[in-house]
């Protein structure tokens, strides 16, 4: 599912990526690891990759950032502080650890507030749907050309584990 | 050296198509009423991340100059940035750190940078070239060809912590600044 994935990111315009990885997202982010087509940068923080993600939209790219929903905790600067109050857009594909409940303590309080954080932070989302992903992938692009800014498609696991 | 001045000094010494990334606080400030053109994008938030910016920058055009003007404050909240520099190993990336030892924009408290030497940590990381200046003539012998040299470097620029008259703030709104910068960088 991870290369399907990536081509469709490209076909909707996305063309830079960069991020902190997740086992969650492992399908992925194994495949940006190693083909140096991609460009992937592997950032030290998620607020480091969203600031990475803003200079490669200024510079003329539009950019994907993918981490764990626990890196939305230090991204709340770079979001509503760089990237919302600039118009800087972009896709930000963050895992969903904790969901449900079921998961290690770390994740089980990030995992309860990701949708409400998200909300809050005021960046439109979807849980990924395996089903409807390019439709998915549509709509959220049209919302993050419309607002220049930041969409955030939510993955659970078993989505792009491999 | 007043930061106002060195600030001044190193913008008239870019190539007209060089790409400036400036950090929050005083130091946009300065660049904006000292030396503004459409090549400057000004952060005003998001303390820490104008290196992570000016990278992505430097990536995605790597036929431009790309200059971060950075601030001790800034370099200290995000040495993480360094090592994303470092090993991402850009020839265009100029990183150029006023460092004042203090938060010149919330009252001149002091920073740590008295006691860390910051260009000596973007050496360690992998920065290519390094150096710091302590005065006025000492930035103008660098700047003769410190920018025509590949990168990443830093240039460490020693400052007094006067705030100098006359430093308006940024008046774009940030989403203009995006967008004129964006036009520069892509034209």
């Known amino acids: 599912m991870g290369k399907q994935f990536l081509d469709l990111l490209q076909r909707h315009g996305y063309d830079f990526f960069t991020g902190v990885p997740c086992s969650l997202l492992e399908g992925v982010t194994r495949i940006l690891d190693a083909e140096p087509r991609y460009g992937y940068v592997s950032a030290v923080r998620e607020d480091a990759a969203l600031g990475l993600a803003a200079g490669a939209y200024l510079g003329g790219r539009q950019p994907v950032v993918l981490m764990q929903n626990s890196g939305l905790g230090v991204s709340v600067n770079a979001i509503v502080s760089l990237h919302h109050i600039y118009d800087i857009p972009a896709l930000i594909v963050v895992s969903w650890r904790g969901q449900d409940g079921q998961d290690a303590p770390e994740h089980l309080i990030m995992g309860r507030v990701t949708a409400p954080f998200l909300r809050l932070l005021e960046i439109p989302f979807e849980v990924f749907d395996a089903a409807a992903i390019d439709q998915q992938l549509e709509s959220l692009t049209a919302t993050m050309r419309r607002t220049g800014r930041p969409v955030a498609l939510v993955v659970p696991k078993g989505a792009l584990d491999r | ?187």
Request: aromatic share 6%; hydrophobic share 45%.
């Open chain 2, 1 to 187: 050296m007043t930061r106002a001045d060195a600030v001044a000094q190193v913008a008239a010494a870019l190539r007209d198509d060089a790409l400036v990334v400036a950090c929050n606080g005083m130091i946009g400030r300065e660049l904006y009423t000292r030396a503004d053109a459409p090549t400057r994008f000004y952060m005003i938030g998001s303390m820490g991340l104008a290196s992570s910016i000016g990278l992505g920058v430097a990536l995605v055009q790597p036929s431009r100059t790309v200059v971060v003007f950075d601030g001790d404050g800034n370099v200290l909240m995000n040495l993480g940035g360094l090592a994303n520099v470092a090993a991402a190993r850009p020839g265009n990336f100029h990183h150029v750190v006023f460092d004042n030892a203090a938060h010149g924009s919330t009252g001149n408290q002091r920073t740590i940078s008295d006691r860390v030497q910051l260009e000596e940590i973007a050496r360690a990381a992998g920065y290519r070239r390094t150096s710091r200046v302590g005065d006025a003539e000492e930035l103008a012998v660098a700047l003769r060809s410190w920018f025509d040299a590949p990168g990443p470097s830093m240039l460490l620029v020693a400052v007094d912590r006067q705030q100098v008259a006359g430093i308006s703030r940024v008046e774009p709104s940030p989403a203009a600044i995006a967008a004129r910068f964006r036009a520069a960088c892509t034209r």
